[in-house]
């Protein structure tokens, strides 16, 4: 047995080239896309955990790598101090039990580094030790919002981006649209996008909870009955919680709906389900407390025989995916015309979440190195840091 013996977290920015705010009026964490011209600095964080024997997990948080995020991992990294980084699940309640009175989300970049130590320790993959068999993973491009400043900022220029992202490789593609939640605005949209690309792509729409009412949700989902999208996800101002209100919706509508992004982890996920609230699951490692989290609800929703649909992009979503039969699309979030996505630019290995990392096939690889199969580049994250907490036995 070995001990975990320092945890070090590291918060360091970078700047992200044409993103700014998307809507003057909204001003969020959530209220990114196109700005030309512009420059956004954001910041995330690192957590390197290290073992008595010289072992070593990282992992760089990409969408769920905010400073709310960081203050839970923060506040739990001293209670892993001595404990044996094998004892996953043990050590994954515990904290699940810690943070009780709050989301949770804490949980993800610990659990997500020990795995990462796992592999390393036992010269596997995270794939391998999850019993991952898919290499590559078939993608869509998933749309920043809809902006009003020359990017995403009109129907023609949804359906421009779409075309683009076909010629790539997609055969994907899922709208957000606007902050303004204007529900005509928005079918109009979902249908001009599916008489462009609908018989050549598969597609999406999440409005991202910006519809105020039901009816303006029953609205936009009539337009992808008509279109015959594939899911629509999280439409309502509710924030995706009410399982009354999707199952009514479900009710008068043939487009499946995907919800349970903005429930954390997998026992309110299974009430949603079980109360006829949404046709599939959604599950992010960042998101739903690690890759232990996530794969708890790939097998809930395995259970029920319904698909789990994976959140976002990095290398632990990667490597669930991998390992999860009942899953259909990795999600490249965000993307959009000359713009890049806005995840963290530190891999010194050639891994990549941008749009133009696509094969023909339409696909992204799955890491096989050691643990995440990811190299870091220290020097940028270093030169780049803006405060760093490390916890010793």
């Excluded at 011209?37 to 690192?46: C, P, V, Y």
């Excluded at 249908?191 to 936009?220: C, I, Q, S, W």
């Excluded at 992010?284 to 996530?294: F, K, N, S």
Aim: with cysteine; proline share 5%.
């Amino acid at each position: 047995m070995t001990r975990i013996s320092e945890v070090e977290i590291v918060e360091f920015s970078f700047k992200a080239k044409n993103l700014g705010p998307s809507a003057e009026n909204a001003r969020a964490v959530y209220n990114i896309g196109y700005k030309p011209n512009s420059e956004l600095e954001l910041t995330k964080f690192a957590v390197v955990i290290r073992s008595e024997d010289g072992a070593e997990g990282q992992y760089v948080m990409h969408w769920g790598g905010t400073r709310a995020t960081m203050a839970q991992t923060l506040s739990l990294a001293p209670n892993i101090l001595g404990r044996d980084p094998d004892h996953r699940e043990e050590i994954w309640n515990d904290m699940k039990r810690e943070l009780r009175q709050h989301d949770g989300m804490g949980i993800g970049p610990i659990d997500i580094a020990l795995w990462d130590l796992a592999g390393k320790r036992f010269g596997a993959s995270v794939s391998q030790l999850l019993g991952g068999y898919r290499t590559k993973l078939k993608t869509y491009a998933s749309t920043y919002h809809g902006d009003r400043n020359g990017g995403l900022d009109s129907k023609e220029a949804f359906v421009d981006f779409a075309e683009a992202c076909y010629d790539l490789g997609y055969r994907a593609f899922k709208v957000h649209g606007w902050h303004d939640g204007d529900a005509r605005e928005e079918a109009a949209n979902v249908l001009h996008v599916a008489k462009a690309v609908g018989d050549r792509m598969t597609l999406m729409l999440d409005p991202a909870n910006e519809l105020r009412t039901f009816a303006d949700a029953l609205y936009v989902g009539r337009a992808c009955d008509e279109g015959n999208y594939f899911w629509y996800e999280d439409p309502m101002r509710d924030c995706g919680v009410s399982a009354f209100a999707h199952k009514k919706l479900r009710e008068m509508l043939r487009t499946p709906i995907l919800q349970t992004e903005y429930l954390r982890g997998f026992e309110p996920k299974a009430d949603f389900l079980i109360n006829g609230g949404t046709d599939a699951l959604r599950s992010d490692p960042e998101y739903d407390l690690g890759i232990t989290g996530a794969m708890k609800v790939a097998h809930l929703a395995e259970a029920f025989g319904v698909d789990v649909e994976i959140h976002a992009c990095g290398p632990a979503h990667r490597h669930c995916m991998a390992a999860t039969r009942n899953t259909n699309f990795y999600e490249l979030a965000l993307v959009g015309p000359d713009c890049p996505n806005a995840v963290p630019p530190v891999y010194a290995c050639g891994y990549s979440d941008q749009l133009d990392g696509v094969d023909k096939d339409g696909c992204f690889p799955v890491p096989t190195g050691p643990g995440l199969g990811v190299t870091y580049d220290w020097d940028y994250i270093r030169a780049h840091e803006t405060a760093r907490e490390v916890f010793k036995l």
